[in-house]
């Protein structure tokens, strides 16, 4: 998880962001007027995923007004546009979440996280690939033996929704800010019931600009 700070305005957006890529990508040029997927991958540390791209490059102009906003976009690159279609961004309240988000899609979620400290306070499993020789196979796991993971709410509603991110990175402030990611199935266990729902798995935040 990595921690975001919005460009404040469309210059430093630009200057930033149309870099010209890594050293090796030979035929992308820098303050073009064209940015592309390698240019977004330079700031973001990625290399070919387009979905985490997108949504690195929306949690880095959301602080942009919307004409500041339309301007970057413009001058995305075809096949970034593209991505930018495929890779739609859901904007949600945690309230919201459960009964508008889509599976594996991206979204931003505005709230309050507060951590789940105890396994026993939590019963929810995920499937993970397990490698049993020449084949892959499916397991049921906890998931916080695999993620920190955190109610996040805010001041409008006590309805919850589940964020978790990887195990190791840093811990998420208590206060009010928005994260980016995207949603993942889950299955909570209530008794011998199996009950299908979903979490955000956070990919970046960012603090409230006030």
Same mark, same amino acid.
């Given at each position: 998880?990595?921690?975001?700070? #919005?460009?404040?305005?469309?210059?430093?957006?630009?200057?930033?962001?149309?870099?010209?890529?890594?050293?090796?990508?030979?035929?992308?040029?820098?303050?073009?007027?064209?940015?592309?997927?390698?240019?977004?991958?330079?700031?973001?540390?990625?290399?070919?995923?387009?979905?985490?791209?997108?949504?690195?490059?929306?949690? @880095?102009?959301?602080? *942009?007004?919307?004409?500041?906003?339309?301007? &970057?976009?413009?001058?995305? @690159?075809?096949?970034?546009?593209?991505?930018?279609?495929?890779?739609?961004?859901? &904007?949600?309240?945690?309230?919201?979440?459960?009964?508008?988000? =889509?599976?594996?899609?991206?979204?931003?979620?505005?709230?309050?996280?507060?951590?789940?400290?105890?396994?026993?306070?939590?019963?929810?499993?995920?499937?993970? #690939?397990?490698?049993?020789?020449?084949?892959?196979?499916? =397991?049921?796991? #906890? =998931?916080?033996?695999?993620?920190?993971?955190? +109610?996040? +709410?805010?001041?409008? @509603?006590?309805?919850?929704? *589940?964020?978790? +991110?990887?195990?190791?990175?840093?811990?998420?402030?208590?206060?009010? =800010?928005?994260?980016?990611?995207?949603?993942?199935? *889950?299955?909570?266990?209530?008794?011998?019931?199996?009950?299908?729902?979903?979490?955000?798995?956070?990919?970046?935040?960012?603090?409230?600009? *006030?």
């Amino acid at each position: 998880m990595k921690k975001i700070a #919005p460009f404040q305005n469309l210059k430093d957006a630009n200057t930033i962001l149309d870099n010209g890529g890594r050293f090796y990508n030979i035929l992308t040029k820098a303050d073009d007027g064209e940015i592309t997927t390698a240019e977004i991958g330079k700031v973001a540390g990625l290399f070919n995923d387009k979905q985490k791209m997108v949504l690195y490059f929306a949690m @880095s102009i959301s602080a *942009l007004d919307s004409s500041e906003k339309k301007e &970057i976009e413009a001058a995305l @690159s075809d096949n970034l546009k593209q991505a930018y279609e495929k890779y739609p961004l859901q &904007i949600l309240k945690p309230s919201e979440a459960e009964s508008k988000g =889509i599976l594996s899609s991206n979204a931003i979620i505005t709230g309050i996280p507060k951590m789940i400290e105890s396994k026993s306070d939590f019963k929810g499993f995920i499937m993970v #690939p397990v490698s049993t020789g020449k084949t892959m196979s499916l =397991i049921m796991i #906890p =998931i916080i033996d695999q993620y920190d993971v955190y +109610h996040i +709410h805010d001041n409008e @509603s006590s309805k919850t929704f *589940l964020i978790a +991110h990887a195990r190791g990175a840093d811990k998420l402030p208590e206060k009010t =800010i928005r994260v980016g990611g995207t949603f993942k199935e *889950l299955k909570l266990k209530e008794g011998k019931k199996e009950i299908p729902t979903m979490f955000l798995e956070a990919l970046y935040y960012s603090d409230l600009q *006030l």
